[in-house]
């Protein structure tokens, strides 16, 4: 931006659009925590970070708008330009600024490696410690401690030889840099999990492929119950282990999901030590709206995360139990605002890992995540147009339902249709002198009855929206009972687990007091799980759902969506303009079950094998026993197998629980058939591990039990 004079200004005093971007641009950099000085006054001992303005470079190289020091050293420059011009032909001149910089100034790294090109309204920035430097956007500034954690980092070859790879072949001058996160993320070491599966193996080559290609958003598609969790968590280790990422992000949009993630952090040992994840690095599920200095991996909802940006002190839990993505889309017309925050500075993390994100973050919540200067990585099973146009069309793996059964990873499911005339055309009431019409208050549930002047019509849209005929809902119960037991699941003798989805808080109500009326049930055998249930938590009620007897039926809204861990479901659909389609699952997945494609589409169901393939482990899911693994001796130490009873192994649990007993044979034998023996852990880690299985095998017995001691009592 050149100088401007008194001369130039504005009549009236106005100031220029050069003037106005500077200003901005001051206070944008303020904000970041840099001292701003004019070049006459500068004081380097002022702040860590110094920005001065005006500053002369050597001959021939012009003026930089300001020049950035840390620690008393000259590490970068800003070149500024006035709202409305487009950035990317003015690397030239910046690239001046970094090669300009005068002799006998100090200076860690010549040519200046962070460069900045700002209107005050938009913010280009580049690193010259990448590999393939590359403009990218920016929300504000980094903050001057950051720069000086970039430039203390390891080279590449001597971060590469840390964890044991080859380091690439680099020049002189390149090879004794600071390693950039990009940089790293190009070394990466290939894949080479044993038993991983390979819809997983595929998905990470995919994903890593496009960090190594620096695409900013990558979009990863994978049926439910395909394991996005587990490979989410993968990438992650690797992406802290070899790319050197400080802090990751895992975002979801509800409480409950929030715990599941968090669960399967704790229990995910690494594919090279067998260690768990949470032994080696520390992961924060946010209570509070504080982030430890030492946390590798944070779990927050995306409103937990916006009231941190926002500065509050606290957030009200109860908030984060229904999905703010779906819940605020009608009230708002307008994107949040966002504003810069120190304590939460845009470079705060390196990955944003995006749980089920087929929901509406790219409408009101998308400025949220685009506040960060961080790769974005979406993890969904039913992506939409707008959700591929947000991930920039990088869809880095595919993998469908279709797909998921053939490979015996899910399972198929069944569609039972419960049609009516109403559901499918909606209806006409005739006004007449015997007709009174109830009208129910949406926020009180008053009612009062008016008698219509006119006849009144309503479509198939307006069912259980503004219009409420229960003996539609009536109709829909009664089949479901009347014919569970002949049609739906022939020759069982107890409900199953069904999962009821209505269309707001009030469909429920009338949904929870039909079926209770239908089956000539009390309370406990219908029950409504949304985020206006009180005094219980959605997490126990959600427990409740997966492992006592009762309650047989839930009815929800949003509260159990996509990727939520369940029991056994025969899932009802009660929220579309469709008939509501009834699903079974008839599968399971270690052995919890999971609805998918919730809120309007159908559910999938989970595979039927119990157990993911971990070497050298075994594995007692609650209703078999199987090798995972074989056997071997090592040091005196016989890790050995199991007499697994076949007959179980492809069971359900409702099979389980209808034997009178189970008797569990436990021995130990040599397993000559392992090649692999001089990889073995020590015997004291496979001591542990069994140990750990057992106790784990004794909580999922745990879990079935209420279940037999009521099928006893009947």
């Known amino acids: 931006m050149k100088r401007i004079t008194e001369g130039e200004r504005l009549p009236g005093g106005d100031k220029t659009p050069e003037q106005r971007a500077r200003d901005a641009i001051d206070d944008q950099l303020s904000q970041a925590g840099w001292a701003v000085q004019n070049r006459d006054e500068a004081n380097l001992s002022a702040a860590r970070g110094v920005a001065i303005r005006e500053f002369k470079m050597a001959d021939g190289h012009g003026f930089a708008d300001h020049l950035l020091y840390v620690d008393k050293h000259a590490v970068g420059a800003l070149e500024a330009k006035p709202a409305g011009f487009t950035l990317s032909g003015v690397k030239p001149q910046v690239d001046k600024y970094s090669r300009g910089l005068p002799d006998n100034l100090p200076a860690p790294i010549r040519p200046l490696p962070f460069l900045y090109v700002s209107t005050g309204v938009e913010t280009n920035f580049i690193n010259l410690l990448d590999q393939e430097p590359r403009s990218r956007s920016l929300f504000g500034f980094h903050r001057p401690e950051t720069l000086a954690e970039w430039l203390q980092a390891r080279n590449l070859p001597d971060w590469v030889r840390a964890w044991g790879g080859d380091p690439p072949t680099l020049d002189a001058a390149r090879a004794a840099l600071p390693s950039s996160l990009r940089a790293r993320l190009r070394a990466m070491p290939p894949v080479t999990i044993a038993d991983l599966w390979e819809n997983k193996r595929c998905a990470l080559e995919n994903l890593e492929e496009s960090f190594h290609d620096d695409r900013p958003r990558a979009l990863i598609q994978m049926a439910t119950g395909s394991g996005k969790p587990m490979l989410a968590i993968t990438s992650i280790y690797r992406l802290i282990k070899f790319g050197g990422a400080r802090r990751v992000l895992f975002l979801v949009d509800r409480t409950n999901l929030g715990n599941q993630a968090a669960k399967e952090f704790e229990g995910y040992r690494t594919p090279d030590d067998h260690r768990k994840f949470t032994e080696l690095y520390k992961v924060q599920h946010l209570k509070g709206n504080t982030v430890g200095s030492s946390t590798k991996v944070v779990i927050t909802t995306i409103q937990r995360l916006y009231s941190m940006?926002?500065?509050?002190?606290?957030?009200?839990?109860?908030?984060?139990?229904?999905?703010?993505?779906?819940k605020d889309l009608a009230a708002l017309r307008e994107p949040l605002p966002v504003a810069y925050d120190k304590a939460i500075p845009p470079e705060f993390f390196d990955i944003i890992f995006i749980d089920e994100c087929h929901r509406?973050?790219?409408?009101?919540?998308?400025?949220?995540?685009e506040y960060f200067d961080a790769y974005l990585i979406g993890l969904t099973a039913t992506p939409s147009k707008q959700t591929l146009g947000f991930f920039e069309q990088n869809l880095v793996m595919e993998y469908r339902h279709e797909e998921a059964v053939a490979d015996k990873v899910n399972v198929p499911f069944d569609v039972y249709r419960i049609r009516t005339e109403i559901t499918e055309k909606g209806s006409k009431i005739d006004a007449g002198p015997e007709v009174l019409v109830g009208k129910r208050d949406r926020r009180t549930r008053d009612k009062r009855w008016e008698q219509p002047e006119e006849d009144?019509?309503?479509?198939?849209?307006?069912?259980?929206?503004?219009?409420?005929?229960?003996?539609?809902?009536?109709?829909?119960?009664?089949?479901?009972?009347?014919?569970?037991?002949?049609?739906?699941?022939?020759?069982?003798?107890?409900?199953?687990?069904t999962l009821i989805f209505a269309k707001d808080d009030s469909h429920a109500e009338d949904i929870v007091r039909i079926f209770r009326q239908e089956f000539g049930k009390g309370d406990d055998f219908c029950q409504k799980i949304t985020y206006l249930t009180t005094g219980r938590t959605p997490k126990d009620l959600i427990q409740d759902f997966r492992n006592s007897f009762n309650p047989?039926?839930?009815?929800?809204?949003?509260?159990?969506?996509?990727?939520?861990?369940?029991?056994?479901?025969?899932?009802?659909?009660?929220?579309r303009q469709k008939p509501p389609p009834l699903r079974a699952d008839e599968g399971a997945r270690r052995p919890r079950y999971?609805?998918?494609?919730?809120?309007?589409?159908y559910a999938r169901c989970c595979r039927k094998d119990a157990f993911h393939h971990r070497r050298l482990r075994w594995r007692y899911r609650?209703?078999?026993?199987?090798?995972?693994a074989?056997?071997?001796?090592?040091?005196?130490?016989?890790?050995?197998?199991?007499?697994?009873?076949?007959?179980?192994?492809?069971?359900?649990?409702?099979?389980?629980?209808?034997?009178d007993k189970a008797s569990l044979d436990i021995f130990w034998l040599r397993d000559e058939g392992l090649e692999d023996s001089a990889s073995l852990p020590d015997p004291h880690v496979l001591a542990a591990e069994i140990a750990e299985d057992l106790r784990s095998a004794l909580d999922e017995i745990g879990d079935v039990l209420p279940d037999l001691q009521q099928r006893n009592q009947d």
């Open 309 to 326: 940006l926002k500065g509050e002190p606290e957030f009200d839990p109860t908030s984060e139990e229904q999905s703010q993505f779906i």
């Open 622 to 628: 609650g209703h078999a026993l199987r090798r995972a």
């Open 456 to 497: 009144i019509e309503y479509g198939a849209k307006d069912l259980d929206r503004s219009v409420v005929a229960e003996d539609q809902i009536r109709l829909i119960a009664k089949t479901f009972k009347d014919r569970l037991f002949s049609e739906i699941f022939p020759g069982r003798k107890e409900v199953p687990k």
């Open 630 to 659: 074989d056997g071997a001796e090592k040091d005196g130490f016989v890790q050995g197998a199991a007499r697994t009873c076949r007959a179980w192994r492809d069971r359900f649990r409702l099979l389980f629980i209808a034997r």
């Open 552 to 575: 047989r039926i839930a009815v929800t809204v949003d509260m159990i969506a996509t990727g939520t861990q369940t029991s056994r479901n025969c899932h009802v659909h009660a929220d």
């Open 594 to 601: 999971r609805p998918d494609r919730i809120a309007g589409r």
């Open 360 to 369: 509406s973050i790219y409408t009101l919540w998308r400025q949220v995540l």
